[in-house]
């Protein structure tokens, strides 16, 4: 039983960091767009 926490544990994890390089990503996006908005300006 140990052994397959250890295993959950680890798929929880990878799937947070997923989740919040998912969100960096639409931020450096959504920054991206206000850049070229002010840029048009």
Known sequence: ???FDG???I?????DEI???K???RYL?????MKRI???K
């Not at 798929?11 to 799937?15: A, Y």
């Open 29 to 33: 996006r959504f920054l991206v767009k």
């Open 19 to 21: 989740e919040k390089s």
């Open 38 to 40: 002010v840029h048009h």
């Open 23 to 25: 969100l960096l990503e």
């Open 11 to 15: 798929e929880r994890n990878s799937f």
């Open 1 to 3: 039983m140990n052994g």
């Open 7 to 9: 295993i959950t544990l």
